[in-house]
């Protein structure tokens, strides 16, 4: 049910920026789906089990756009790596700190692509980029709070967080 619920997702993460309304500059930054779900898993997730996901994620959000195959699976990997708990064992972040996660997060993720394409994009002053991070963060994170929400209540995604589930009595 997971990887049915995963592509669901990332079907809505496709449509999303151009179902976006021009009030609030939502249509020039729109919520990134994709880094959202790669974070959600990474925060959520068991060890490093997101990891893969999130390059996953990566990997069909650049099928979706112009940029070479891997620009956003790099991008969206190191993100969930770097969100991953590893070997340490902190905890679900929810409330505030799962928002300042996202944020932060999303913020990451766009500025790393635009370090990522700056080699072969012919790309004028950085500023510009790294404003439009901050505002596809802030939309994202808007976004964040009744997906999350969501996702917790119906545990839609748990079968991808490599936890092991025990069987009812």
């Known amino acids: 049910m997971a990887p049915v619920a995963l592509l669901l997702l990332v079907l809505l993460g496709a449509a999303l920026p151009d179902l976006m309304p021009h009030a609030l500059g939502l249509s020039t930054w729109p919520p990134d789906m994709f880094a959202l779900l790669a974070m959600y898993l990474a925060s959520r997730a068991r060890a490093y089990a997101a990891v893969g996901w999130g390059?996953?994620?990566?990997?069909?959000?650049?099928?979706?756009?112009?940029?070479?195959?891997?620009?956003?699976?790099?991008?969206?990997?190191?993100v969930a790596w770097l969100l991953a708990e590893g070997s340490r064992s902190?905890?679900?972040?929810?409330?505030?700190?799962?928002?300042?996660?996202?944020?932060?997060?999303?913020?990451?993720?766009?500025?790393?692509?635009?370090?990522?394409?700056?080699?072969?994009?012919?790309?004028?002053?950085?500023?510009?980029?790294?404003?439009?991070?901050?505002?596809?963060?802030?939309?994202?994170?808007?976004?964040?709070?009744?997906?999350?929400?969501?996702?917790?209540?119906t545990h839609a995604l748990e079968g991808l967080l490599g936890r092991r589930r025990a069987l009812s009595a």
């Open 90 to 153: 902190r905890g679900r972040l929810d409330g505030i700190a799962g928002l300042l996660i996202v944020f932060l997060g999303t913020c990451l993720a766009g500025w790393v692509h635009a370090l990522r394409v700056l080699p072969y994009a012919s790309v004028g002053p950085l500023g510009p980029a790294f404003g439009g991070a901050v505002m596809t963060a802030l939309w994202t994170t808007v976004l964040a709070i009744p997906l999350a929400a969501l996702l917790d209540r």
């Open 55 to 78: 390059i996953t994620l990566g990997v069909l959000k650049d099928c979706l756009s112009l940029d070479p195959l891997g620009t956003h699976a790099f991008v969206l990997g190191f």
